[in-house]
């Protein structure tokens, strides 16, 4: 174990060294603030976009108090009911039906007086607007009969609500916490399909093979990796709380998780571990498998779905914790860190944590050994020899000095 | 054929391995021992099974039959650190320097780092590399690359090195350095396999050797003993063309005018002279001529083997002229 272990430290360092100083780095770590960028000005198109249409403007060409009435009664109005029409004073001498046969004519014209209106429009603004007129008009003709009475309101202070209003809120932070989970992980992990192709494609497998266990190459890659993801969501976690700082209470605010904030971000970074080794190494051996960056890029999109089909598992069981379905998507390797960090959002045992990691590693360490069981039966083509050949050991009787100790 | 017998002075020992690719048998029980120490070539022709056998030694495939310890040890990467390997299709990170390249390759075989990156130093400037130290591999040429690969292979200070074709693709020059490299490495108690399908190679480089074709070993041991399979060859050239003394030449003797080429009787030539001096041949020449690896490798594999031979080193045989 610890040849395998320090093999892996050797490709790690490579691996590491090699992503960090490429200049292709500079430009993963700007990917947020690209994406923010993207994302304020979709946000802006799409306000933009979204701008409610011209409200519809009745002229009122009546005597100037009532005119007044029936804008101020349509104000009162328009904080309870929707579709009201605008009310625009006409001071100009003029008759209804030039107005409308003007260039840019009111859907209606409202003339006469509060006692005697008439309401002036073509046929489709005749059938529309005379309810939504008359009832601005009861309103005006109201207002001017009784005086408005003052509403006294009160603010009543009350002591503090008990915890279960904040534990209905904890979801909320669960959710929170396994969407960005599952975004970082999502984002960093499948860069691993393609961890294997340089490998392969240079020829340096060979020598990698021959010099140290095909477990060491996976795990040293898989280190690497985690390395880099670990550092540039350390430099987008900077970003971002620069910009909490700047937003200041702009931003909202999550209820406390049940184990504290402190462990709470702990078992994030833990799980984020486990989480990008369980879909690393499964990617890693996936990838492996393919010959050429395309097949690579074509395993992506299912590779990609079925981690989005496992968040949403680990997502309905946010509401369900203690429930069967929440004890599944623990023990099911690929939901369980999603489902684990939703539980430490809601639950405040730390035990179930410790055995959830010491699960989560066990699986990679399976995960990765059928990986290269299968990289080395699929892509070195070799395999199906050992049973045979340990048979033959045994019928040779154990001639010459034999090392069955493994690597050391 | 029988294997010598194991002995803890054979670096490497394999015992009847057999090894299927999609149902077609690329290696054959194939029994192999390499003694410690010395220079072993593997010959063959290409897709003969070398580099299949190579790899089920290092344990980078399993056979699927058979056994193989390695410096004594069944699982070869448990001594790994004590072997280097040059694979046949070379390989190095593009990005790397050429000094870090050779490190990483000690690193893997259990060399500290900054001893390695010591060693490369050393290594590359003993080869006249020394100013390609800090370049990267991407901007080096192809032999200088594989000058680097083959130091990487060398920098743990193994006890055994495995070289798999590696005379390939380098000019006359280099060969030569790659000779020499062998030679050094050999004076110093390592053991040195290497598979090759130029003859010469073999022929100038080892003490023992394997010949391989179609996935079987006809033959495996010294140099001396497959040339001493084949008798040695007369050639005589007379005066006279024809005459009695004609009854005296062995059967099998093949006339070209007034030459004439057979093997070496066993009693010698001394009787077949006196019949040719007795009969007035007139000799003009007559010259003894040891068989050389390539006729024993023609012998022992057969004419079409060694066709496949000829055919896949063609390319090289220009530039393998004796340096």
């Known amino acids: 174990m610890n040849e395998i272990v320090r093999a892996a430290l050797v490709i790690a360092r490579r691996d590491f060294t090699a992503l960090v100083r490429s200049k292709a780095f500079i430009f993963f770590l700007l990917t947020p603030i690209v994406m923010?960028?993207?994302?304020?000005?979709?946000?802006?198109?799409?306000?933009?976009?979204?701008?409610?249409?011209?409200?519809p403007v009745v002229a009122v060409l009546m005597p100037s108090d009532d005119s007044a009435r029936l804008i101020a009664a349509r104000q009162r109005l328009d904080e309870a009911v929707d579709g009201l029409p605008a009310l625009e004073a006409v001071r100009t001498a003029t008759s209804a039906e030039s107005l409308l046969r003007g260039s840019n004519p009111p859907v209606a014209v409202l003339s006469g007086t509060l006692d005697a209106p008439r309401l002036s429009s073509d046929g489709e603004g005749a059938r529309h607007w005379p309810d939504r007129v008359r009832l601005i008009l009861d309103q005006a003709r109201h207002d001017a009969d009784y005086r408005r009475v003052a509403l006294d309101v009160r603010t009543i202070a009350l002591p503090a609500t008990p915890a279960a209003d904040a534990e209905v809120d904890r979801s909320t932070t669960a959710q929170m916490g396994q969407m960005a989970l599952f975004l970082t992980t999502m984002l960093l992990a499948g860069m691993v399909l393609s961890n294997l192709v340089e490998e392969k494609t240079n020829k340096i497998i060979e020598i990698l093979a021959a010099s140290i266990p095909m477990e060491s190459i996976f795990l040293g890659k898989l280190f690497a990796m985690l390395a880099m993801a670990l550092i540039a969501i350390a430099a987008w976690a900077a970003f971002g709380a620069a910009i909490g700082l700047a937003?200041?209470?702009?931003?909202?605010?999550?209820?406390?998780?049940?184990?504290?904030?402190?462990?709470?971000?702990?078992?994030?970074?833990?799980?984020?571990?486990?989480?990008?080794?369980?879909?690393?190494?499964?990617?890693?051996?996936?990838g492996a498998m393919a010959a050429t960056v395309r097949e690579v890029q074509t395993l992506a999109m299912p590779v990609n779905m079925g981690q989005l089909g496992v968040f949403l598992f680990a997502s309905y069981a946010v509401t369900h914790i203690g429930d069967g379905v929440e004890m599944a998507a623990c023990i099911i390797p690929f939901s369980s860190p999603f489902a684990a960090l939703a539980r430490a959002a809601q639950a405040p045992d730390i035990w179930p944590h410790l055995v959830l990691l010491l699960w989560q590693g066990l699986c990679t360490w399976a995960i990765i050994r059928i990986g290269t069981t299968l990289f080395r039966r699929n892509v070195l083509k070799s395999g199906g020899g050992r049973r045979r050949r340990k048979a033959t050991r045994a019928g040779a009787g154990g001639q010459g000095q034999v090392d069955r100790s493994g690597p050391s | 054929m029988t294997p010598p017998a194991p002995s803890s002075a054979s670096a490497i020992v394999a015992e009847g391995l057999v090894k299927d690719f999609n149902g077609f048998r690329a290696v054959d029980h194939i029994d192999l021992t390499v003694p410690a120490g010395s220079i072993?070539?593997?010959?063959?022709?290409?897709?003969?099974?070398?580099?299949?056998t190579l790899r089920m030694l290092l344990g980078i495939i399993d056979p699927d039959e058979g056994r193989c310890t390695l410096l004594g040890h069944d699982r070869p990467l448990s001594v790994a650190k004590q072997v280097g390997y040059l694979p046949e299709e070379r390989g190095l990170y593009p990005s790397m320097t050429a000094g870090e390249a050779i490190a990483f390759m000690g690193a893997l075989r259990g060399l500290p780092l900054a001893e390695g990156r010591r060693r490369a130093r050393d290594l590359m400037e003993g080869h006249g590399l020394g100013y390609a130290l800090k370049r990267q591999v991407r901007q080096l040429s192809k032999g200088m690359a594989q000058t680097v690969q083959l130091l990487g292979t060398i920098v743990h200070e193994p006890r055994l090195i495995i070289l798999d074709e590696p005379f390939s693709g380098l000019d006359a020059l280099n060969q030569q350095r790659l000779e020499e490299m062998i030679r050094a490495q050999a004076a110093n108690g390592v053991t040195i396999i290497f598979s090759t399908h130029v003859i010469a190679h073999a022929e100038r480089l080892c003490e023992d050797i394997a010949i391989i074709a179609g996935g079987k070993v006809p033959f495996a041991g010294p140099v001396e003993e497959a040339r001493n399979r084949l008798r040695p060859r007369v050639r005589l050239e007379t005066r006279a063309a024809d005459g009695p003394w004609r009854a005296a030449l062995p059967p099998g003797t093949v006339p070209q005018g007034r030459h004439w080429r057979f093997d070496l009787p066993e009693q010698g030539v001394e009787p077949l002279l006196k019949a040719l001096i007795e009969g007035e041949a007139g000799i003009m020449s007559l010259s003894i001529e040891r068989p050389g690896l390539h006729d024993a490798f023609v012998a022992i594999a057969g004419a079409s083997a060694a066709a496949d031979l000829a055919?896949?080193?063609?390319?090289?045989?220009a530039a393998e002229a004796r340096p």
């Open chain 2, 40 to 52: 072993f070539g593997i010959l063959g022709p290409n897709g003969a099974g070398k580099t299949t």
């Open chain 1, 36 to 55: 923010l960028v993207v994302a304020v000005a979709a946000g802006g198109i799409g306000a933009r976009m979204a701008k409610p249409p011209a409200t």
């Open chain 1, 247 to 286: 937003a200041g209470s702009a931003l909202p605010s999550l209820p406390p998780p049940a184990v504290g904030w402190p462990v709470f971000i702990l078992l994030g970074i833990l799980y984020f571990s486990t989480a990008y080794l369980l879909f690393g190494s499964l990617y890693l051996g996936i």
């Open chain 2, 311 to 317: 055919r896949t080193s063609g390319s090289q045989n």
